[in-house]
């Protein structure tokens, strides 16, 4: 029988997202992580404004990080609360994910992890 390993990554830890603002999270190292394809975001966000979360990849560390065509948004107009969330991003070596305030209030405090199978 194979190891079932999940691994998460804290991307952020009560960090505040101004109106229309964006932060993202450092660069995630998927090349030896014998990823099998599942990605879930967990997410808490608390004041008033909502966030949309993408993400973006890059074929090397250094490179320049772009946001695939065919990528789906993680989440879209989320209200502050709690959220779990899979998606399927396209193969890549490094991910980042993003998360905007949506222009209408600012967040307050980011709390949000990667799991990864």
Same mark, same amino acid.
């Not at 029988?1 to 691994?7: F, I, K």
């Not at 004041?47 to 695939?68: C, D």
């Given at each position: 029988?194979?190891?079932?390993?999940?691994?998460v990554f804290k991307?952020?830890?009560?960090? @505040?997202?101004?109106?229309?603002?964006?932060?993202?999270?450092?660069?995630?190292?998927?090349?030896?992580?014998?990823?099998?394809?599942?990605?879930?975001?967990?997410?808490?966000?608390?004041?008033?404004?909502?966030?949309?979360? +993408?993400?973006?990849?890059? =074929?090397?560390?250094?490179?320049?990080?772009?946001? =695939?065509?065919?990528?789906?948004?993680?989440?879209?107009?989320?209200?502050?609360?709690?959220?779990?969330?899979?998606?399927?991003?396209?193969? +890549? =070596?490094?991910?980042?994910?993003?998360?905007?305030?949506?222009?209408?209030? =600012?967040?307050?405090?980011?709390? @949000?992890?990667?799991?990864?199978k």
């Open positions: 029988m194979s190891e079932q390993v999940v691994r991307l952020w830890n009560g960090t @505040a997202i101004a109106k229309s603002g964006v932060i993202t999270s450092g660069a995630i190292d998927l090349r030896y992580l014998g990823v099998a394809g599942y990605f879930a975001l967990h997410l808490i966000t608390a004041g008033t404004g909502t966030t949309t979360i +993408t993400y973006s990849v890059a =074929p090397e560390l250094g490179g320049t990080y772009i946001t =695939p065509a065919a990528a789906s948004a993680i989440g879209s107009a989320l209200a502050v609360g709690s959220y779990h969330s899979s998606f399927a991003p396209i193969v +890549t =070596p490094f991910i980042k994910l993003i998360i905007t305030e949506d222009g209408v209030n =600012p967040i307050t405090s980011v709390q @949000a992890w990667l799991m990864i």
